[in-house]
């Protein structure tokens, strides 16, 4: 067995570890599931390689490859159970972190909660410097401050600091400085640099990113130093690569440094995911679409590539409300939440409209039809009723649904409103479709789009039921559904380009640029990104470098993230990157001001390099022989039942085209066919359902709910 | 049990009124993003509405300040009494920022655009937003009459069908310190206005509904009947509340007896002080607005924002009163004495509802505004903004510096210096300015600008308690907070006039804390030791 033939994906979720096992000669990957053993997740997944592998077959040397995702630094941010974390920031300024943006996320809530700082008054501490906004030094720093602040950090037993001087962005040398004494009399405490985790304009976030970081940092460290420990003990040779948020890879010495890189590395893969699937069907504009059981994703790609923000928000107090957590300047893949999904529950709210979400029965007690004690209505239980699930063969027959109870809420909460309970059972349906379509709709169209010009890609346990009423909503008039959602998003990890995204502020009109220093800077950047891509995949990785500015018009305060051209910059880039800025704020606002003078706020380089092993190609898998219809049931479509053919996915071969309404099983969820669509089974094992257009445009067809 | 209607069930409704509200959030979120006004977008000092024909409000985007609550209908009932729906055409946009039909400022610009449907007027998409520059004294307590304020727009059609009025945009533009950026906010008004319109056209043709009105009575009756079931859960009786602000060289005195009868709230004034011959006077739509938003965070914060959610609320306030202005009064700063109002209800309330309200608050919203040249000359000039501490309550602490009535950032220290002439010595908490009680009320911030202009600049600030009768009142024991400070150089200055500021002085601005609540007496031993390892308490507490 050659070494680097299989190739494995482990991501670490709340409840399962999900890893993969991939034979890049024969296409073939195989998926194992571990409980999540969150005291030492590190031995879950050692565990579950090895149960795999031994499962499989497969000797640990014949491992090339490890990549890997986890939840594990986002829920230390949400649970606070990071270390105890100090700060040093620059004389005066000890609060920037506690006072933030002095603004409430909702305006009529008077005991709103709001968002502790990760470090509290005592162990914010101050030294005597001060940097000018262009980075010249007014007041030199003063040794013996530094080391009284950080003297009293470890008195306080701070495991680790972060240093955050205003200006810093401009020019790192005081935090260098400071970092330098600090570490040669405290070698234990670890520390974490504005200007080298976050350094952009704006000292809130600055701080605040840089805190989060030194927040998750010794739980990194030594998280990361056990795994590669134990993977070495088990004798897979290969590195240990980690996930970005960003959808991109990098080595662990680089994830342990600045960990705050990693919070979002699952949602990463399963977008990278989402666009591998959906480029088999031809689609490289996708709204990639997940439903579970609290919560709906969407996430956007574009031309195959998920798309990429630069600001993110961890430890939300209301997990769906933006504002009301943490900000970060990190990089990361863009995915909105919504708190809609199967255990939704439905209710009338004080002036009598039905609602659906944000409140979840979660798994426990679950929907009512889950018999656990389930007291309310549920988008489960709606789908019951409505005949999309059938209550025998729920979750791969794990499960038996109880249809009586179902009846029961349902029955309660349209007796309230005077509906039947047939209608209620179609509300519901329909107001979670209506809650997700307009969080989808506004989304889109803030980045300047029209969600007709995409396609929809469908995965989680309710994706696939609600995926055609969603499209149909927001006028889309493709769907793809991949076989076994289930690892879709391990899978993704191994189709990551590893990555190097770096930003600096240089906060200059475009307008008499010394085109000599931007290039310069630019170079640096893209020197520091190439040494990371080396050393994670060697020397000889193919590169491809990509300059990005934050751009505005004098007088804004908000940038736009404009893509540039190639450089190298002279005096003649300034037309073209004028115009670049020019088209992509018409692309998101629709019309551009009056006003001429452009500000160049910061700069950003992505560096992505491919590793030489050649493309993912999963095989697809088999069909099962045997007659596809398993039988037939009474599916309500908006007023009206129709009976519905219910076929088993497994045995639907490639080419054969089913028309609507029909349900589509499969072991761990349903596909449901509206009336009037027309599925089809593709060799790629996607299956795509095409809307008739009509019904799209117009949204006026039998099955329309309303 | 809830009213079974007649045309729309709790499904069709649900459905529809989502799809309104994503309409004025999608709206709400264009022009927030095309805007230049630092306060629009930073503050959100604006709203996106959608009204039926008879200029009714049917949804208002939430994320806009108070100030704005029930003002945009307001406002197109006073377009409809000057432009009957005879005479409006598709394609026109009306226009006003009269201080009395409208906010009560001259920044604030009311548009609203007639949506037909087959040739009939099926309703308005409005907008307000904060302008860039409307002319006049840079934003000021001093002026004595409306017309230093800046350029007045009467109700006008700025649009004819489609056609925007050039003379309009030749007044406009010569009245502006910064055309470019202030017709550019008109434009995203506009923009607003267009896909509000395209949106709701869409709904009505997906819905098949001929007109806005039945969905109207729909959408105003449920959220009447839940605001007054709401009120209901006060006891009757008249709630009576007072207090000073600093004012100009005395305080001025407001004066509310809250009426609680059945289902409705009335506010009524009486007995506040006299108008002023200064920026500081409150027209009685922003008193409403306020009134209309606080009684509604105390009793109802989950009803939505329309016409209906408001009716039981009812304000009165005498004529040429400082909350009921009169012309030629000026207003630039109304909320100097318009951010007492919630406070002033919450103290009202205290009695009736002691768990569901907060002590004072470190209010109204303070900032400095200045105006200099460049070295090569050209002006510069801009309104840094900052905030006090929060009231404690039956529940916690105050939160320290906490924007509100109004919900303004401060812009970040490091933009600050990047572009004006300035060095910051300092921003931080200001300790122990936070009333004492067993809840502490939030302290205030202190920030200290050098000036590094090479020539001197003008500075004017809002600023208000900052004299101790005008304190942040603290509830049920607790004591009020510290009071505000502005300083030059050391020495404590009158905030509501003009300062010259030499190169190299220091301004500081010190912003108050919050009441506390409860007896300082019952203060839990391990908040004390907190508060004193996190150096908050004041030096005589410590």
């Known amino acids: ?706 | 049990m809830h009213d079974a209607p007649r045309a729309f069930d709790s499904v069709h409704l649900e459905l529809i009124w989502t799809r309104l509200v994503s309409i004025v959030d999608e709206a709400a979120a264009a022009l927030v993003r095309t805007s230049f006004s630092t306060i629009v977008r930073e503050s959100h000092d604006f709203a996106c509405v959608l009204t039926d024909a008879r200029g009714h409000s049917l949804v208002q985007a939430t994320d806009g300040v108070p100030s704005f609550l029930c003002t945009v209908p307001r406002t197109i009932g006073h377009f409809l009494r000057e432009f009957p729906p005879e005479t409006l055409e598709e394609g026109d946009v009306l226009i006003t920022n009269d201080i009395w039909l409208g906010t009560g400022h001259l920044p604030d610009i009311t548009v609203a655009k007639p949506i037909f449907l087959d040739g009939r007027l099926a309703g308005f998409a409005g907008s307000v937003a904060h302008a860039p520059d409307i002319g006049g004294r840079i934003r000021t307590a001093e002026s004595r009459e409306v017309f230093e304020e800046g350029l007045q727009i009467p109700v006008m059609k700025v649009v004819r069908r489609g056609v925007m009025d050039d003379t309009f945009l030749r007044f406009f533009r010569k009245n502006t310190r910064m055309p470019d950026q202030t017709l550019g906010d008109l434009q995203a008004q506009f923009t607003a206005l267009d896909l509000m319109e395209r949106r709701l056209r869409g709904v009505l043709a997906e819905h098949r509904l001929a007109s806005l009105e039945e969905l109207a009575d729909e959408i105003h009756g449920r959220s009447e009947r839940a605001t007054r079931a709401a009120i209901r859960a006060v006891p009757d009786g008249t709630y009576h509340a007072e207090v000073l602000t600093d004012g100009l060289e005395r305080p001025i005195r407001l004066k509310l007896a809250l009426r609680k009868q059945g289902d409705s709230i009335h506010a009524d004034y009486a007995g506040t002080d006299s108008q002023v011959p200064r920026g500081i006077n409150v027209c009685l739509a922003y008193t409403l607005a306020y009134t209309a938003f606080a009684v509604k965070a105390a009793l109802c914060p989950e009803v939505p924002n329309n016409e209906g959610a408001f009716r039981p609320i009812t304000v009165s306030a005498p004529q040429g009163c400082i909350l009921n202005s009169t012309p030629p009064a000026a207003g630039a700063n109304r909320a100097l004495t318009g951010h007492f109002i919630p406070p002033m209800i919450l103290q009202a309330l205290a009695s009736a509802l002691p768990d569901r309200v907060i002590a004072g608050t470190g209010s109204p919203l303070w900032s400095l505004n200045f105006a200099g040249t460049r070295p090569d000359g050209t002006p510069i000039a801009n309104q840094f903004f900052m905030n006090g501490g929060y009231g404690a309550s039956a529940g916690r602490d105050g939160p320290n510096v906490l924007s509100w009535p109004s919900n303004v950032s401060a812009a970040p220290v490091e933009m600050i210096e990047q572009g004006y002439p300035f060095r910051i010595r300092h921003r931080r908490l200001r300790r122990g300015t936070g009333g004492e009680g067993r809840h502490r009320g939030g302290t205030g911030q202190e920030w200290a600008f050098e000036s590094r202009s090479t020539t001197p600049v003008a500075v004017t600030f809002m600023a208000e308690r900052t004299k101790s009768e005008a304190a942040a009142p603290g509830l049920a024991g607790g004591r009020p907070g510290t009071p505000g400070a502005v300083l030059i150089d050391g020495v404590p200055v009158d905030p509501k006039r003009q300062h010259i500021l030499q190169p190299g002085s220091v301004v500081e601005l010190r912003t108050p804390g919050g009441g506390g609540h409860g007896d300082p007496g019952e203060r839990a031993q391990e908040r004390i030791t907190r508060d004193r390892e996190d150096g908050l308490l004041g030096e005589a507490q410590a």
């Not at chain 1, 200006?167 to 004494?181: G, K």
């Not at chain 1, 609602?355 to 889950?370: F, L, T």
């Not at chain 1, 055609?468 to 998003?489: D, F, H, N, T």
């Not at chain 1, 990551?496 to 170079?523: C, H, K, N, Q, Y």
């Open chain 1, 1 to 706: 067995m050659s070494a680097d033939r299989h190739a494995l994906a482990i991501d670490i979720g709340g409840t399962f570890t999900d890893i993969v096992l991939y034979d890049s000669r024969t296409g073939r990957f195989a998926a194992h599931k571990e409980l999540t053993t969150p005291a030492d997740p590190a031995w879950g997944v050692i565990t579950g390689i090895r149960r795999l592998l031994s499962r499989e077959s497969v000797e640990a040397a014949a491992v090339g490859r490890v990549v890997h995702a986890t939840t594990l630094f986002t829920n230390a941010l949400i649970e606070r159970r990071g270390a105890r974390t100090g700060l040093i920031t620059t004389e005066g300024f000890r609060d920037t972190l506690e006072i933030g943006h002095e603004r409430k996320y909702e305006l009529y809530d008077l005991h709103l909660p709001l968002p502790q700082p990760l470090v509290r008054r005592a162990r914010r501490l101050e030294a005597r410097e001060r940097l000018a906004p262009d980075g010249s030094v007014e007041v030199a720093l003063e040794p013996d401050s530094v080391l009284q602040a950080a003297d009293a950090l470890v008195s306080q037993g701070v495991e680790s600091a972060a240093i955050c001087f205003l200006h810093a962005y401009a020019n790192p040398s005081h935090e260098q400085e400071a970092a330098s004494l600090i570490a040669a009399r405290h070698p234990q405490l670890m520390l974490s640099l504005s200007s080298e985790v976050a350094p952009q304009i704006r000292e809130f976030e600055r701080s605040s990113t840089t805190v989060a970081n030194a927040y998750i940092k010794p739980l990194a460290e030594r998280y990361l130093n056990r795994l590669s420990e134990d993977l070495t003990a088990l004798r897979i040779k290969s590195p240990l690569f980690m996930m970005l948020s960003n959808g991109g890879l990098t080595h662990v010495d680089e994830a342990k440094r600045v960990p705050v890189q990693l919070l979002e590395s699952g949602p990463a893969a399963g977008a990278l995911s989402a666009a591998f699937f959906g480029a088999r069907s031809g689609e490289r504009d996708l709204l990639a679409f997940d439903l579970g059981g609290t919560t709906a994703k969407l996430a956007l790609v574009q031309d195959g590539e998920p798309h990429v923000v630069h600001r993110f928000e961890a430890g939300r107090e209301r997990r769906f409300t933006t504002g009301s957590g943490l900000p970060l300047t990190i990089s990361t893949v863009e995915l909105i939440e919504i708190g809609a999904g199967g255990g939704s529950i439905a209710a009338h709210d004080a002036l009598g409209l039905l609602k659906v979400g944000p409140r979840s029965a979660g798994s426990m007690p679950g929907p009512a039809c889950y018999g656990r004690g389930g007291a309310h209505p549920t988008v489960t239980d709606a789908n019951l009723l409505l005949g999309y699930l059938d209550p025998e063969t729920f979750a791969g027959g794990t499960m038996r649904l109880d249809t009586g109870a179902a009846e029961a809420t349902v029955g309660a909460l349209a007796g309230e409103a005077g509906l039947s309970a047939a209608r209620a059972a179609e509300g519901i349906h329909a107001v979670v479709n209506e809650t997700m379509s307009a969080a989808a709709r506004v989304h889109v169209a803030e980045q300047g789009h029209d969600a007709r010009d995409f396609a929809l890609l469908v995965t989680g346990g309710g994706g696939p039921l609600h995926g055609c009423e969603l499209a149909r909503r927001l006028g889309i008039s493709r769907v793809i559904c991949p076989p076994g959602a289930g690892v879709a998003s391990a899978l993704g990890l191994l189709l990551a380009p590893a990555r190097v995204d770096r930003v600096a502020t240089i906060s200059r009109p475009l307008a008499g640029m010394d085109w000599a220093a931007l290039e310069a800077s630019f170079s640096a950047m893209e020197q520091d990104a190439r040494t990371v891509i080396a050393a994670t995949l060697g020397a000889t990785a193919a590169l491809s470098i990509r300059r990005g500015a934050d751009l505005r018009f004098a007088g804004q305060g908000y940038e736009v993230v404009t893509d540039l051209p190639a450089g190298p910059y002279g005096p003649d880039s300034e037309d073209m990157i004028r115009a670049a800025f020019e088209r992509a704020y018409e692309l998101v606002f629709s019309r551009r001001p009056g006003v001429a003078t452009i500000e160049m706020i910061n700069i950003r380089v992505s560096v992505t390099g491919s590793a030489a092993e050649g493309a993912l190609d999963p095989e697809v898998p088999e069909t099962s022989l045997g007659e596809p219809r398993t039988g037939a049931r009474n599916a309500r479509f908006g007023s009206e039942e129709m009976d519905t053919p219910v076929l088993d996915r497994s045995r639907l071969p490639a080419g054969v085209e089913v028309p609507g309404p029909a349900v589509i099983e499969e072991a761990m969820s349903t596909l449901l066919v509206p009336p009037g669509a027309r599925a089809v089974v593709e060799a790629s094992g996607n299956i795509v359902i095409h809307l008739p257009l009509a019904v799209t445009r117009q949204g006026q067809h039998q099955h329309e709910v309303v």
